[in-house]
């Protein structure tokens, strides 16, 4: 499940409660694109310490509940390290949230990891981009319905298409430059 390894990744960065979890989806982490609630972050720390992959430290608070604070464990390190120098498979969906998490999650652990990452997606992005059929014209068309309109029909289509261009055309960019970015990166270091 994705959501253990967004939990992994964040306590690799430092100890949170569940709560401290959520928050940090909502603020920081709210452009990863994977919301989710509180009970099931708690659900997932439960499962978590089960496997040994965190454990929990109780911490006193005055006036309230007391907190669990979680920490990734060495088992749990080295099931991030596995899941992310695992091989990236994108997704059919243009922007797909796993995509954000791998490369957030298994590229903050070494930037050669991100770069193989983007350069997966990038790939697969041009690819299929390439493939992509232009949007049926009037004469394609054979409305079921009396009124439709088939030259507004195909305008509508038009409308649709070119806005799923300019947002792949906007994610391929994005991509570029993100390789460029780390490959630079890479050269320095």
């Known amino acids: 499940m994705q959501l253990d390894y967004v939990i992994l990744g964040v306590l690799a960065l430092r100890r949170l409660s569940g709560y401290d979890l959520r928050r940090w989806m909502e603020g920081r982490g709210r452009y990863i694109g994977y919301g989710v609630q509180l009970p099931q972050i708690y659900r997932r720390l439960a499962k978590l310490t089960e496997r040994g992959w965190v454990d929990f430290e109780v911490d006193p608070r005055e006036g309230r509940p007391d907190a669990k604070v979680y920490r990734i464990t060495e088992a749990g390190r080295t099931e991030l390290l596995a899941w992310a120098r695992s091989p990236f498979e994108p997704s059919p969906r243009p922007m797909d ?9 298994a590229g903050q ?27 049926p014209g009037p004469s394609q068309l054979e409305p079921q319905l009396p009124d439709l309109d088939p030259s507004w029909v195909g305008e509508v289509h038009t409308l649709a298409h070119e806005h799923g261009y ?7 960019t994005w991509l570029e430059l993100t390789q460029a970015r780390l490959e630079a990166r890479l050269r320095r270091s």
């Open 97 to 105: 949230p796993d995509f954000t998490l791998r490369f957030v999650f």
């Open 166 to 172: 300019a947002t792949a055309s906007a994610y391929i």
């Open 109 to 135: 652990i070494d930037p050669r990891i991100a770069l193989d990452v983007v350069r997966t997606e990038l790939e697969y992005r041009r690819e299929h981009d390439a493939r992509s059929p232009a949007p």
